[in-house]
C-alpha cells in the first residue's frame, strides 16, 4: 500500500492490521494512538472497517492536541551484530537438559511478539500487565511441544472461549500453552510424555475479538503443578512467572534460521 506525503487524518482499519502495525505505518505509537482514540478500550480489539483517529490531526474527540510537524528522523540502522558469546551459561543449561528445541509453531508468527499488544509486561486493562507473549498465527495452525517435556494439565479453559496447556519442559520450565483451540483437539493426558516437535494443540480462536494466536507463559520448574493464574501481582501469575522473550528468540533463531 503506497503511503501518501500528507498524514490522513484518520485510518480505516483492514483486514490484518493491528495497532502496532498502524502505529509503526504512521510513524506513532499504540499509546498514542489510544490517547486519540478513547472509544478503544481493547487495543487487540479492533475490526475491519473501523475508523481510527491518527493522533496529531485535528478536529476528533480525543482531546489530543495538534502536534507541530517535525522533521522526521533518519531511518533507525539496526545495531551492528555482535559475535556469539562464547559461553552462554544458559545454553549450556538448556543443551544438557533439553537437547533438542524448536519453535511452537510451523510457521513465522504473523507478527513480532515484542512490540504492539503482543510483548511481556505490556499493560492490559485494570493495571494489569501482559504475563506472555503472543504469537499470531491462523486459527487452527499445528502447535508443537517446543522440547520433550510432560503434559501437567490436559487442555481447560482459559480466556475468550480458548484453551490452555501446562506442559513441564524440563531444562526450560513450565510452559502454559494459552488460547489454544476449545474445538480443534489433540488428547494428551496429565502425565504423558511428549517429544520435542510433537503435535499437541491448535491455534484457537477468540470468540469476542475474531483473532487467533498462541499465547505463550513460561514459569520456572517451582510452579509447576500449581495455580498459575491468581489475582495478586502486576502480572496476576505465580510468582515463577518469567519473560518468555529471550525464549521464544531463541527458539526462533533454532528453528527459522
Ligand atoms: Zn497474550
Not at 95 to 110: D, H
Not at 152 to 166: K, V
Request: glycine letters at 12%.
Amino acid at each position: 500500500m503506497a503511503l501518501s506525503a500528507k498524514a490522513p487524518g484518520s485510518y480505516t482499519v483492514k483486514s490484518g492490521d493491528t495497532l502496532g502495525a498502524i502505529a509503526e505505518k504512521y510513524d506513532t505509537t499504540v499509546g498514542a494512538i489510544l490517547k486519540a482514540n478513547p472509544q478503544i478500550s481493547n487495543p487487540n480489539q479492533i475490526s475491519v472497517g473501523q475508523q481510527i483517529k491518527l493522533p496529531g490531526a485535528s478536529g476528533g474527540t480525543g482531546g489530543a492536541s495538534p502536534q507541530p510537524s517535525q522533521p522526521k528522523p533518519p531511518p533507525k540502522k539496526p545495531p551492528p551484530k555482535k559475535p556469539a558469546p562464547a559461553k552462554d551459561k544458559d545454553d549450556d543449561k538448556d543443551s544438557k537438559a533439553a537437547r533438542k528445541l524448536v519453535f511452537p509453531l510451523w510457521k513465522k508468527p504473523t507478527a513480532s511478539w515484542k512490540d504492539g499488544p503482543r510483548y511481556f509486561g505490556c499493560p492490559r486493562s485494570g493495571g494489569r500487565k501482559h504475563g506472555g507473549v503472543d504469537l499470531y498465527a491462523p486459527f487452527g495452525s499445528k502447535i508443537r511441544a517446543i522440547a520433550d517435556g510432560v503434559i501437567i494439565r490436559p487442555p481447560y479453559f482459559f480466556y475468550d472461549g480458548t484453551n490452555a496447556l501446562e506442559v513441564f519442559h524440563p531444562g526450560v520450565g513450565v510452559v502454559r500453552y494459552g488460547e489454544i483451540s476449545s474445538s480443534k483437539r489433540v488428547n494428551v493426558r496429565a502425565g504423558q510424555k511428549v517429544k520435542c516437535g510433537e503435535h499437541i494443540a491448535y491455534v484457537g480462536l477468540l470468540d469476542s475479538l475474531g483473532m487467533s494466536m498462541i499465547h505463550f507463559e513460561l514459569f520456572g520448574e517451582r510452579a509447576r503443578g500449581q495455580a498459575l493464574t491468581q489475582m495478586s501481582g502486576p502480572y496476576r501469575r505465580h510468582p515463577a512467572l518469567k519473560n518468555p522473550t529471550p525464549l521464544i528468540d531463541k527458539l526462533h533463531r533454532l528453528t527459522f534460521k
